[in-house]
């Protein structure tokens, strides 16, 4: 079974400061991560997958199979980067979820 | 590109009324689109894979005969409640998926519509 793992559901970090997003997951294939990122009243919007290695906004992704995580870092968060973010792992033609880490920023 | 539009945005309807929601791609032809469904503060909640010109694949728990789903062109999915009650009441957000093997498991993802049902 896929499973995707996400255990802060709220982060409140300080402007300029790091932020750091876990998320672990299950699957006994070839996994396919990403994240996605819900503004506020705005719709589900992908921020990063796994395949395309690249940095969208100042954040990264780097899978580890080895510890099945899919972490998300910013090294200076900033205050639009308050937001709702999913990590989900796409298998079996759909994707799984997490359950979402809120992110505060504040100035 | 990669739009994902629904409508209506909102709807308020009474107990035991059915209420349709349109799932379309504007830009791209979706032969596979998704259903979810999510509640307050909490995630999306896969209700239902909709494959065009075939029957839609429901996840375990979820009632097909009341949530009715129709994919009867490459662009435009549908998601009936029937007799809808107030537990129905919800966020629905549709998705879909570029065709083939193009993109992966990537979705886009509509803005979701917020069903009312008094």
């Known amino acids: 079974a896929q499973r995707v793992t996400q255990p802060e559901k709220l982060l409140s970090v300080f402007k300029g400061a790091p932020v750091e997003l876990k998320c672990n997951y299950s699957?006994?294939?070839?996994?396919?991560l990403f994240w996605y990122v819900q503004y506020s009243r705005q719709r589900l919007q992908l921020l990063l997958r796994?395949?395309s290695r690249e940095s969208i906004k100042g954040f990264t992704a780097d899978l580890n199979k080895g510890e099945t995580s899919f972490h998300l870092k910013k090294p200076f968060a900033q205050e639009e980067d308050s937001a709702m973010y999913y990590c989900?792992?796409?298998?079996?033609?759909?994707?799984?979820f997490g359950a979402g880490t809120q992110v505060v920023v504040t100035p | 590109g990669a739009v994902v539009s629904q409508h209506p945005s909102r709807v308020i309807c009474k107990s035991g009324t059915s209420v349709k929601i349109e799932c379309r791609s504007l830009?791209?032809?979706?032969?596979?689109m998704f259903w979810y469904r999510q509640f307050p503060k909490q995630s999306l909640m896969l209700m239902a894979t909709?494959?065009?010109?075939?029957?839609?694949?429901?996840e375990q728990g979820v009632e097909k005969d009341k949530f009715l789903i129709n994919h009867a062109s490459l662009t435009l999915s549908t998601l009936t409640v029937t007799s809808a009650h107030p537990e129905d009441s919800s966020f629905y957000i549709c998705?879909?998926?570029?065709?083939?093997?193009?993109?992966?498991?990537?979705?886009?993802f509509g803005p979701g519509t917020r069903l009312t049902v008094l």
């Open positions: 998705s879909a998926k570029l065709p083939g093997l193009a993109g992966g498991h990537e979705q886009f």
């Open positions: 699957y006994s294939g070839s996994p396919e």
């Open positions: 796994h395949i």
């Open positions: 989900a792992l796409g298998g079996w033609g759909k994707l799984q």
């Open positions: 830009d791209f032809q979706a032969t596979t």
């Open positions: 909709s494959n065009e010109g075939s029957k839609a694949t429901y």
